[in-house]
């Protein structure tokens, strides 16, 4: 089942002639021999032909054109990447070891990312704190996986700047960004377009100052030029009691201050006037659960009702939320949510399982992936597939 799913994911994003290049003019006879794609055209043409195939079917011909599909100059597909902690047994107190893995969408297997380095000391669960885990925040910005808050072994801010991963970088993936003027964790973090925005949260110590902050880095600036800017900040400090996400919505940031179905405030954050503004009411209203916006633009936004296992699509024009799946025990107990290229997928807390809905199909499709053994969820995103070397 999850097989003949999964590959259907995988998508070209980008005009493939922009990737193309004539590269067999340096090659003797017989190289140029073996390394034909389609016999009796140059490669760069070949590869726009077989660029309008889907990646699965290219996968199951031949070793050249799977090397051809997971090299940088054919179209990046979408994959699911992952943030995994390793499952405590009895004899361990706790774990502060965070890997990082995708999901092949053509071939359905999980492949171990590139470490960092150093090595991260993220804390995600501690016997202090049996009945919660300690949030690792992370989110996607213009094709990349950004970690901007966590906490480390002494339960102090692990991030003093934002670490990033390229999966599209032809050499060192992660990279940090310019270092935050004030590292904190419990905060709320969101990204619109090329700009990545904190706000809220706590540093060493609480600070009112700090929990009603808001700094903005835009990524597509020249490294040199890096620095986070101070943005309108927030009426009062309600937004640093857990880790919020800032769903980038239409040109706008929205967010809830706790989680679930409790009594909760909403705030929306205007990215062009610099200013915030009340949630609509209906919006607030059904913010029952994980929310997320689509990634290849923010068009769409779907909540799960993490008790009713229901998800939804929000309507802006009559500010409701229309359901897009009835009451599914698949989706009870949300934690979180992704959402792109047709499909919303889900983190489900008790069974430790994603759940993929189809949304473009109708009626909707589910199934479900399981993440790599005696790993647990910590979070997922949708990314670019990252090219492998051959």
Not at 27 to 33: A, G, I, K, V
Not at 34 to 59: E, I, K
Not at 202 to 223: C, F, L, P, T
Not at 300 to 325: I, K
């Amino acid at each position: 089942m999850a097989t003949a799913e999964a590959t259907s994911t995988a998508i070209s994003i980008c005009n493939p002639t922009k990737y193309f290049k004539n590269t067999n003019s340096d090659h003797n006879e017989n190289d140029h021999e073996s390394m034909l794609l389609l016999p009796g055209l140059p490669n760069h043409l070949a590869q726009l032909c077989l660029s309008s195939l889907h990646p699965s079917l290219l996968h199951a011909v031949c070793r050249s054109w799977r090397r051809l599909i997971y090299s940088p100059s054919f179209p990046p597909f979408f994959s699911l990447y992952a943030l995994l902690s390793p499952k405590i047994h009895h004899h361990q107190q706790y774990s502060k070891s965070i890997e990082f893995f995708s999901l092949d969408p053509v071939s359905s297997a999980w492949r171990r990312l590139p470490s960092p380095s150093p090595p991260l000391c993220l804390l995600h669960r501690h016997p202090s704190f049996i009945s919660r885990t300690l949030p690792i925040q992370s989110l996607t910005v213009a094709g990349r996986l950004v970690l901007i808050a966590a906490t480390d072994d002494q339960f102090l801010p692990a991030l003093s700047s934002p670490l990033v991963f390229d999966p599209l970088s032809n050499s060192n993936h992660w990279f940090y960004g310019p270092p935050l003027p004030t590292p904190r964790r419990w905060c709320a973090a969101g990204s619109m377009g090329s700009a990545i925005y904190v706000a809220s949260g706590i540093g060493s110590h609480y600070q009112s100052e700090v929990a009603r902050s808001m700094e903005k880095w835009d990524m597509n600036k020249k490294d040199r030029d890096w620095k986070w800017e101070k943005m309108a900040a927030l009426k009062d400090s309600s937004f640093s009691r857990e880790d919020v996400q800032a769903i980038g919505y239409r040109g706008k940031l929205c967010m809830v201050n706790v989680k679930g179905k409790s009594v909760k405030q909403g705030s929306v954050y205007d990215v062009a006037k610099d200013q915030w503004e009340h949630m609509p009411e209906g919006m607030l209203a059904g913010w029952s659960g994980a929310v997320a916006a689509t990634v290849d633009g923010g068009d769409e936004m779907f909540v799960v009702d993490e008790e009713r296992g229901e998800l939804r699509r929000y309507d802006a024009n009559n500010d409701t939320w229309e359901v897009v799946l009835e009451e599914s025990e698949l989706l009870k107990g949300a934690e979180q949510i992704v959402a792109g290229r047709g499909r919303v997928c889900v983190v489900c807390g008790g069974s430790g399982r994603i759940v993929v809905v189809d949304v473009a199909a109708r009626p909707p499709r589910t199934w479900v992936v399981n993440p790599p053994p005696e790993m647990g969820l910590v979070g997922v995103h949708i990314l670019p597939r990252m090219s492998l070397s051959e």
